[in-house]
């Protein structure tokens, strides 16, 4: 008989349909990409709309504040200090006022007369006009007084006693100049009482001693002098205050004050603060003095390029003017005010101003980056995948761009992906069932024709055993029907003969029988299975030995099982069985080893032998019905490959299971595990 396909019109469906689904899935997954790509270039273009909307509003906003600023930082010239000081308040990135008279034409006394641009605000502080002490006549007065030669101390109390009466700035003056006397002989307790003798607070602010007419270098001066000497004497926490708070009153003044001070800032102030540790308060007076040199820097570029032009009309629109590309940048916004009759500008701190915009843009800000013309990083994320989104600052900060990192669009996609996600899902888990059913479907096709197979050759071996005893029972039946066996030993040998020839066609009937009945296992029962193996070794020990196969039986005590006791009997003596099978008949010391324990909650049982042993390849296999191992020097004594199928079905009905491993020697060693009862 040839092997048993499916119908070839079936199969060919089959694979028809495998194939529609495939190209089903792949043209679903292009058609996703392609989709994905078209949306990823909507949503992009979408934030690109959103992000310049949100760039417009903001910078409308801005523009509004500067526009209010300017007007009320002009209206009133003299009470400009208090307008900066109120905007200062208000809004975190202003940084400074300045306000100026443009050049006009005036009439006086009939005359017109051109007046060059002048600052209204801020003004040149007060200046002491001294510019050294050789040139203060109650310091020479002093030095001629003692002579060039006399002591330290003595000089220095001259110089503080000939300028007593005289103005504060020479007092101050001539105070710093006798500390300076006093410390080069390391006299600092006297220095500090000789900075004292000025009569000026040493607690006095550099903006209440400008307000009161005092120069703020000469007061800056004798701050660092005293806080000098303080870290010189040891008094290091007073000394280092001093520093601190100078160092934070020369960052607050306006851009003329600050042109002899700014130095101070990094030298000496944060350089010790620094070196004594106080990095916090070095790194807070660092930007403090970078925002104090673009004060400056905007000061002189207001003074230098703005006041010499021909005065603004009326009409111009305020606009921003920026240097970003030196040491200190500033951005100033100016542009006319008082119809016309004054010119004003606000300077601005771009960083924080940046920070203002950033934190309008609560959305996207995880995402949402500052970068100049060039693409350089100025502020805002710095990671989130490359730039996807740019759009310019139209009015404001227009040398700088706004950004999106890729990260807000797959966000963006990823929102979007959920309300379509779920079809996808439909389909894609029908197509994958289809598929699967598809497979299972073939695995089943190639499971029924393997058990087709199995049982047309299980067919042939049981035809072929029945014919073969029974053609030899004919054949002696006929014999002594013609009367060919003369005396009565041959009659009773041949009789003997067909007696065994029936016992072996009834052993053959019986187990076609088992295969082909339903196997009904009875009412479970609590027994032990050492008794089940006990009665196995009994019937089975005689039947090795006789065929010179020593077996070797070790029991453990063991818990009793719940079960079909009949069954397990079978199955130990259908292992018993292989292991005489498949005795390597070769050698002369065939050996069988029994063996049963409690392992946690399973009794094992093991039966291991020195045989022909089982292929690698075949170990998980045999435990199939109709399954043998073919091939030379197989076994002698027949079989239909059912006896291992029985094995693992009792194995399982009682919450076990059959394994088969090398044994000794090339044997074969099969384990069976019953789930015990725990009694």
Request: hydrophobic fraction near 40%; aromatic fraction near 6%.
């Amino acid at each position: 008989m040839g092997k048993m396909h499916p119908p070839p019109r079936r199969r060919w469906f089959l694979w028809a349909l495998a194939s529609a689904l495939i190209a089903l899935t792949v043209m679903s997954a292009w058609r996703t990409l392609a989709l994905r790509d078209e949306l990823r270039s909507q949503v992009a273009s979408q934030l690109e709309g959103q992000l310049q909307d949100r760039v417009s509003a903001w910078e409308e906003g801005i523009f509004t504040q500067l526009n209010d600023a300017l007007e009320i930082a002009a209206s009133n010239p003299a009470d400009s200090w208090l307008a900066q000081a109120q905007i200062r308040q208000r809004e975190a990135w202003f940084d400074s006022l300045y306000a100026w008279r443009p050049q006009r034409v005036v009439s006086v006394r009939g005359q017109l007369r051109e007046e060059p641009a002048e600052f209204v605000f801020p003004l040149e502080p007060p200046s002491e006009g001294l510019d050294n002490f050789t040139r203060v006549d109650c310091l020479r007065k002093a030095t001629e007084e003692v002579g060039n030669d006399a002591d330290v101390e003595v000089l220095a109390e001259a110089n503080l006693r000939a300028c007593k009466k005289e103005p504060i700035a020479v007092r101050m003056f001539a105070a710093s100049q006798s500390a300076v006397l006093l410390a080069r002989q390391k006299k600092y307790e006297q220095a500090i009482l000789a900075l004292d003798s000025s009569g000026v607070d040493p607690g006095v602010s550099l903006r209440f001693g400008i307000q009161r007419g005092l120069d703020p270098y000469r007061l800056s001066i004798q701050r660092l002098q005293r806080a000098d000497y303080l870290l010189k004497l040891g008094r290091n926490a007073e000394g280092l205050a001093v520093y601190e708070d100078t160092g934070t009153e020369i960052a607050s003044l306006d851009a003329p004050e600050l042109d002899d001070l700014v130095q101070y800032l990094r030298r000496p102030i944060i350089r010790e603060l620094r070196s004594h540790g106080k990095k916090e308060a070095a790194s807070r007076l660092e930007s403090a003095a970078a925002q104090s040199e673009r004060r400056l820097r905007a000061w002189e570029e207001i003074g230098q390029r703005i006041l010499p032009r021909p005065p603004s009309r009326a009409t111009e629109a305020p606009r921003f003017i920026y240097d970003q590309y030196s040491d200190t940048p500033f951005l100033l916004f100016y542009g006319p005010v008082r119809n016309g009759e004054m010119g004003a500008a606000l300077q601005l701190d771009q960083p924080l101003l940046i920070a203002d915009f950033l934190a309008t843009m609560r959305r996207y800000r995880q995402h949402l980056v500052v970068t100049d013309a060039k693409g350089n990083w100025v502020a805002g994320a710095r990671t989130g995948g490359p730039i996807s989104v740019q759009v310019p600052f139209s009015q404001t900060l227009t040398h700088l761009r706004v950004g999106l990192r890729q990260g807000a669009v797959d966000e963006s996609v990823a929102r979007l992906d959920n309300q379509w996600a779920l079809p996808l899902v439909v389909i894609a888990v029908f197509v994958i069932l289809g598929l699967l059913a598809l497979v299972a479907q073939l695995r089943a096709d190639q499971r029924q024709e393997q058990l087709l197979i199995r049982q047309r050759e299980f067919t042939a071996r049981v035809t072929h055993e029945l014919k073969t005893p029974l053609a030899g029972i004919r054949v002696i039946a006929e014999n002594i029907e013609f009367g060919v066996y003369k005396t009565a030993q041959e009659q009773r040998d041949n009789a003997r003969a067909i007696v065994r020839e029936a016992d072996r066609l009834a052993q053959r009937v019986d187990e076609i029988l088992t295969v082909a009945k339903e196997r009904k296992p009875p009412e479970p029962t609590l027994f032990d299975p050492e008794e089940a193996a006990l009665e196995a070794i009994e019937d089975w020990g005689p039947r090795l030995q006789h065929a010179g196969v020593q077996l070797h039986a070790d029991l453990h005590p063991v818990e009793s099982i719940r079960g079909d006791y009949a069954a397990v009997r079978d199955a130990i003596a259908c292992l018993l069985d292989n292991t005489l099978k498949y005795r390597n008949e070769s050698r002369t010391d065939s050996q069988v080893w029994f063996s049963m324990k409690q392992d946690g909650s399973h009794v094992v049982i093991e039966v291991s032998d020195n045989g022909i042993g089982v292929p690698a390849a075949m170990r998980r296999s045999i435990f199939e019905k109709f399954v043998r191992v073919e091939g030379p020097h197989r076994g002698t004594a027949g079989g239909h490959g059912l006896g291992l199928a029985l094995v693992k079905d009792v194995a399982k009905q009682h919450g076990g299971s059959a394994e088969c491993w090398e044994g000794v020697d090339g044997g074969a060693r099969f384990v069976v595990r019953l789930s015990s009862s725990g009694t």
